[in-house]
């Protein structure tokens, strides 16, 4: 086994040494995360910790909806805080929608019918086979959309 630099710092001693910053950050994430389990008991939805700071925990929900619903609740959550021994007295909720996953299609984007046709015809006569198989789930990929655009009403 070969032997670290002397300015390598085993494991055990960055997170047991109070003055390393990786020590702070992991530290500072088991905090967030047994904030994160205590709320989790009151809130029915998805959310997440931002941080705390200065006694205001941010929390982070998709919608407007579940954001009123948390204020609702926030004297029950920052009860439950202060039993578990968190210095917390104010809660702000910071409302980010999901965002949906791109298309791999741009919108208004046609695909012709013979367009599958033409994809798969080119794979079958190209000699490498990892090209070759790649044409073909594209042309998989065509066939389902040509199917998709015929299923819309317009």
């Known amino acids: 086994m070969r032997k670290l630099p002397k300015q390598v710092k085993p494991i055990e001693t960055i997170l047991h040494d109070g003055n390393d910053i990786l020590h702070l950050l ?6 967030l995360k047994r904030i994160e389990e205590i709320i989790a008991s009151y809130m029915p939805f998805e959310f ?11 929390i982070i929900v998709s919608k407007a909806t579940e954001a009123t ?11 439950a805080l202060s039993n578990a ?6 809660i702000k909720m910071v ?7 791109p298309s791999l299609f741009a919108p208004g984007k046609k695909v012709s019918i013979n367009a599958a046709d033409t994809v798969a015809m080119n794979a079958s006569e190209i000699g490498d086979t990892a090209i070759s198989q790649a044409l073909g789930k594209l042309s998989k990929t065509l066939r389902r959309r040509v199917h998709e655009d015929e299923a819309k009403p317009s």
């Open 26 to 31: 992991v530290t500072q994430s088991q905090e």
């Open 48 to 58: 997440g910790i931002s941080g705390i700071k200065r006694g205001i925990i941010k």
């Open 69 to 79: 619903s948390a204020m609702y609740r926030e004297e029950v959550i920052l009860s």
């Open 85 to 90: 021994g968190i210095a917390a007295n104010e």
């Open 95 to 101: 409302v980010r929608p999901r965002q949906n996953k």
